[in-house]
């Protein structure tokens, strides 16, 4: 399966900052990542689909223009977390698509915002 | 994507073989059975994945029910390092997370 990292693994920061948390994919081209979040004692939650080369496809209740995605290589996605709020810390955890619809999930970001 | 449905939770001896099940019973023809797992504070682990024969690899085995309506999840030993939360799951990327059933390993 794919190898896939995240970077920062966990990030602390100010309330009404940005913060951009990084997935790549090492071995694998990925067509398709996608990016979940999960708070505390809960499951996953699917934010947003991101294609090479097009726009997000975000879920409902996910705002788009807090939550930008960019997807410019088949080894790279990006999410930043714009103007974040303390509502905003969660574990941000991104994943590839593999041929067969399954998913190989990177390690997860754990963000806090004070 | 069609919903899952899985115990809570499960407890296992180490060493004894653990059958973990799963129903899908709104599964469509062409959608894949998926198993994860997941420790705390880290991403979810691939486990394995079916479409309609069993599987198997070195992490674990999947038995997938004749009409595809449910699946199992087979570790042959159980080791303490299994103990997670493991996730049934089936449809074409746009995953449904449950809430999986959390196995307990008792040493």
């Known amino acids: 399966g794919a190898v896939v990292s995240q970077h920062p693994s966990w990030v602390i920061c100010k309330s009404g900052t940005s913060v951009k948390i990084e997935c790549r994919s090492l071995?694998?081209?990925?067509?398709?990542m996608f990016w979940y979040r999960q708070f505390p004692k809960q499951s996953l939650m699917l934010m947003a689909t991101?294609?090479?080369?097009?726009?997000?496809?975000?879920e409902q209740g996910v705002e788009k223009d807090k939550f930008l995605i960019n997807h410019a290589s088949l080894t790279l996605s990006t999410l930043t977390v714009t103007s974040a709020h303390p509502e905003d810390s969660s574990f941000y955890i991104c994943?590839?698509?593999?041929?067969?619809?399954?998913?190989?999930f990177g390690p997860g970001t754990r963000l806090t915002v004070t | 994507d069609a919903k899952t449905t899985q115990p809570n939770s499960m407890e296992s001896n180490e060493e004894e073989p653990v059958h973990l099940p799963c129903n899908h019973s709104?599964?469509?023809?062409?959608?894949?059975i998926h198993w994860y797992r997941q420790l705390p504070s880290q991403g979810p682990e691939y486990v394995i994945h079916?479409?309609?024969s069993n599987v198997n690899n070195r992490m674990a085995s999947l038995a997938i029910a004749e009409d595809r309506k449910s699946s199992t999840l087979i570790l042959h030993r159980a080791t303490l390092r299994d103990a997670a939360v493991y996730y049934c799951?089936?449809?074409?990327?746009?995953?449904?997370f449950g809430t999986g059933t959390r196995l307990k390993v008792l040493a």
């Open positions: 994943s590839v698509a593999g041929a067969e619809s399954e998913q190989y």
């Open positions: 071995d694998f081209q990925a067509t398709t």
């Open positions: 991101s294609n090479e080369g097009s726009k997000a496809t975000y």
């Open positions: 709104t599964i469509s023809g062409t959608d894949y």
């Open positions: 079916g479409l309609t």
């Open positions: 799951l089936s449809g074409t990327y746009k995953y449904i």
